[in-house]
């Protein structure tokens, strides 16, 4: 099979959705190592409640994908994409931003943490949790996560140094000791996609498809380890891989233990949140918009599902499916399908540049991909990094274009010249 075709909004939703429900199924509970003690029981109307509700997210991505690609790129974009200086700018201008970010980032966590024996003591969330007070010149270090993958794609082609490459990569791997581990998961769906969009004709191979999925599971290994190996010895695990197989369990499986135990309250009338309309508009207000912030690090309070939900409180990203109704009701689910649309219509349309520019679509690709267990598409780092798309897609052009206005102006007046001799 083409590795290509998997790359759309539809089945970068329902893949992650299906790989939930199946690990969820795998025998075995508990509260910290699995993320829930009672599983949720398999109702009838609740799954099906469950099952309409994502029927309607993939129609809804579906057309408004068609509508993207029936929009062309812009030809002042099309125009600087043809010169060869293009693609090189708008990788540096990300590198700029993102090292800028990184630096200021450790600089301000130096201020209060001690970074060496945070990291030694694997209790390195210290320092992401400094971060976490507000917007700063560190929340520029997300620009690392398309600047990591474009350099590396970038030097295969021979069109950047490997040095360059591996600057990034080394600031990326800063960011994933910061921030959390999907920073790397997602620059690595990014690079997956720039390579497959530049390379059609791959095909999902099983070799490559398990040396990938083991260096993914040693490189999160390692950041699971410095960051939670004192949370497991809590509970009798002293095997880094262990570590990483039950963080991996509990991650992948919590949303479908949250959605199946919420979607079943609601079917039986058990879990009724009356929004109205302004109140429901905060479901897709950017984060670093609303009024009223979430704490990545505070637990998960169980009366946001009315108690209907076995869930550890340790995780706090249990489904966007949930999530959004607990808070929101149905006015925000139904304003997250718009939100929903705008990326479908967004990412498709970013798919059609031949340039380095279609990472924008591989950026919303991951919103998709993650959509099975947050919404991510009004969160502070992807609309961030969507910004900094922008900004040197745009610096990019206005540095390229000038000589190709010339060279266009050289052209006409020499065959202006022929003619008139």
Known sequence: MKLVRLFTPAKLLAIPVLASFVIWLIPGTGMYLRGFDERSPLEAGGVLLLGGWYVICLLVVIFAGAAGRAVPPTAGMKAAETDPRFEVRFYMVLTVIAAAGVLG?????????????????????NLSAVLLEGS??????????????????LAMQKKSSWIMAGLNIVLLMAVVL????????????????????????????LVPTITVAGVMFVLLGIANYTRNAGFYRLFGVENPAMMNVYQIAAYVGSPTQVAVGVA???????????VDLGAGAQAIVPTFLQTTKGNRAAVTDKGLYGQQVDIAPNLNSNSSFADTYARYG??????????????????????????VLVVGAGALGYGFLEYWRAFLFNTGNLVFIMIAILVAAAIARATTTP?????????????????LS
């Open 105 to 125: 980032a450790y600089y301000t966590i130096s201020r209060v943490v001690a970074i060496i024996p945070a990291i030694q003591t694997g209790q390195a969330n």
């Open 136 to 153: 700063s010149i560190g929340t520029l270090r997300y620009a690392v996560i398309v600047a990591a993958p474009l350099g590396a794609f």
């Open 178 to 205: 910061l921030s959390s581990r999907l920073s790397l998961i997602m620059a690595t769906a990014i690079f997956i996609y720039l390579y497959v969009h530049n390379k059609p004709e791959t095909r999902l191979r």
């Open 264 to 274: 079943r309250a609601i079917f039986n009338g058990r879990l009724d949140v009356p």
């Open 330 to 355: 149905w006015w925000g689910m139904i304003l997250t399908l718009l939100v929903l649309a705008l990326a479908a219509f967004l990412f498709s349309h970013f798919a059609q540049y031949t340039s």
């Open 403 to 419: 000589s190709m206005h010339r060279q266009l102006s050289s052209r006409g007046s020499q065959a202006m010249k022929k003619r």
